[in-house]
C-alpha cells in the first residue's frame, strides 16, 4: 500500500507549503546567480 494515503489533510498542507517555499527560494537562488553570471560576462567584454 503506499503511504500517501495515510497522510493526514494537515500534512499535505505543510508538504506544499515547503514544496512552494522551496521553489521560491530555488527561483530567488537562480536569479542571482544568474544576474552573477552576467555580471561577470559583462565585465570580461
Known amino acids: 500500500m503506499s503511504n500517501s ?4 489533510p494537515e500534512e499535505k ?3 506544499k507549503k515547503r514544496k512552494k517555499t522551496i521553489l521560491y527560494f530555488s527561483i530567488m537562488v537562480g536569479t542571482v546567480l544568474l544576474s552573477a ?3 561577470i560576462l559583462a ?3
Open 37 to 39: 553570471l552576467v555580471t
Open 5 to 8: 494515503l495515510w497522510i493526514t
Open 13 to 15: 498542507f505543510r508538504l
Open 43 to 45: 565585465n570580461k567584454i
